[in-house]
């Protein structure tokens, strides 16, 4: 994997101090060298990203996090024992100044994970660089699950991509505080509260993720995003009931979207009806989440009602992405 030409061209462009798209397991991410500031100012530029939201850094070996990190605790171990390489993303106590302010927009955290996706790997590992890299998309899009995203969105403004089709889980990985007494959850993602609590027994999530007045301790988190250009809005409810929203609709003249999953796809008659995987596993969802969302943008529909999701498993995930998609519209059946 090392030796393909696609990664030491890549490679080389990050150690240039260049900005480069990259797959992971999660979705595609734009990367830097983490501990250049001028390669890290590139990333905020190309994604239009506010400089006050921190930046994950990507490894491919647990000695790179000890130069990074300090105090890291025992329970941070474990769960890298359980789950690296893979879509958890740990918040542990910075060290020094191996890696640019920029990166932790000033804070004495830096979150860290090791992508479980081949071709990140060896990119990390053959640049010889710790990588910070948020999704590389541009902000306030949804993630890209595919090149072709990522291409939508910053062509000209980046190096390069490195296209290996698409990526799998399709959410970002699942950001945990591991500097709080009790590890508590920023972001929900690729990992499961449920998997992380079977193996550290008690896991917190922020309040802010069940309560929107709350101010979220993950900075990323207080901005809207994952947002499809046209209104979407979340229905708790029957089939029936939701296409009784979409006729209102459209007896008004409105060209209607509805995004829901294959076993319901046909039970709706509007103007554009997607199917986001199947209910009957929330993983196909996840996956399909990012690329249905900008399939609308390819429409002309002024509206777009959404399916709910159970919240356990990866259907927090899920619906956390949803709820920031839909700006927190939800109408409720009576
Ligand atoms: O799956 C993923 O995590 C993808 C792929 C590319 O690895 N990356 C990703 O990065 O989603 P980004 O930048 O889109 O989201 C990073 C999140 C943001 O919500 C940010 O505020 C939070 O992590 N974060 C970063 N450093 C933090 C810190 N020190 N304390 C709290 N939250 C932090
Ligand atoms: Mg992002």
Redesign the pocket.
């Known amino acids: 994997m090392n030796d393909y030409p696609q990664i030491s061209q890549a490679a080389k462009l990050l150690q240039a101090n260049e900005v480069v798209a990259f797959p992971?397991e999660?979705?595609?991410?734009l990367g830097a060298n983490a501990k250049e500031t001028e390669a890290v100012k590139k990333i905020f530029f190309a994604k239009g990203r506010p400089s006050d939201?921190?930046?994950?850094v990507?490894i491919a070996h647990r000695d790179q996090l000890e130069e990074i990190a300090s105090d890291i605790p025992d329970v941070a171990y474990t769960l890298m024992e359980h789950f690296w390489p893979g879509?958890l993303?740990l918040?542990v106590k910075k060290k020094g100044d191996a890696i640019s302010d920029k990166v932790?927009?000033g804070?004495p955290?830096?979150?860290v994970?090791m992508?479980a996706h081949p071709v990140a790997l060896a990119l990390i590992e053959k640049s010889g660089l710790p990588l910070a890299?948020?999704?590389?998309n541009v902000s306030g899009r949804p993630?890209p699950t595919s090149a072709a995203h990522v291409f939508d969105d910053l062509k000209g403004r980046i190096a390069g991509i490195v296209d290996a089709g698409e990526t799998g889980i399709g959410v970002?990985?699942t950001?945990l505080?591991c500097t709080t007494k009790v590890p508590t959850i920023?972001?929900p993602?690729?990992v499961t509260k449920e998997e992380l609590e079977r193996v550290i027994g008690c896991v917190e999530v922020d309040h802010a993720l069940t309560d929107e007045r709350q101010t979220p301790?993950?900075?990323?988190?207080k901005y809207t995003h994952y947002a499809p250009k046209s209104p979407l809005i979340l229905v708790e409810g029957q089939p029936f009931f939701l296409q009784k929203l979409v006729d209102e609709q459209r007896a008004n003249g409105k060209t209607v979207g509805v995004l829901t999953t294959e076993e319901r796809q046909y039970m709706y008659e509007a103007d554009v009806v997607l199917a986001c995987g199947s209910r009957s596993d929330l993983h196909t969802v996840a996956s399909h989440l990012y690329d249905t969302l900008r399939q609308f943008d390819e429409t002309d529909v002024d509206i777009i009602y959404s399916e709910v999701f159970p919240t356990n498993g990866i259907g927090a995930a899920v619906m956390n992405r949803l709820k920031k998609a839909a700006g927190h519209q939800v109408i409720h059946e009576k």
């Not at 939201?53 to 994950?56: R, S």
Request: proline content about 13%; aromatic content about 2%.
């Open positions: 992971t999660t979705v595609y991410g939201n921190p930046l994950i990507h879509p993303t918040i932790t927009a804070l955290t830096i979150a994970r992508p890299a948020p999704s590389a993630s970002e990985s950001v505080d920023l972001r993602g690729g301790k993950s900075p990323g988190m």
